[in-house]
């Protein structure tokens, strides 16, 4: 599974790192950066967790 962001949206929350600190974390601008873009199967419940969480639907899954 892919993961996406869009740093132009992110509000620097941090909501995506509380939930799902393995995939997600902030600069020191405070935007959103990603860990890895590939995601195991054992992460999703964390990732859907924190995008449900984002403030401004900054992050999202790719799927094709
Ligand atoms: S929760 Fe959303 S807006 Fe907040 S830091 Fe993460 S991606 Fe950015």
Do not use: M, Y
């Not at 600190?21 to 990603?34: E, K, Q, S, W, Y």
């Amino acid at each position: 599974v892919k993961i996406a962001t869009n740093r132009e949206v992110c509000r620097g929350h941090g909501q995506c790192e509380l939930f799902a600190p393995g995939v997600f974390t902030v600069d020191d601008d405070a935007l959103v950066v990603l860990r890895a873009d590939e995601i195991d199967a054992a992460d999703e419940g964390a990732v859907n967790e924190a995008i449900l969480h984002c403030p401004e639907s900054a992050i999202w899954v790719e799927r094709s």
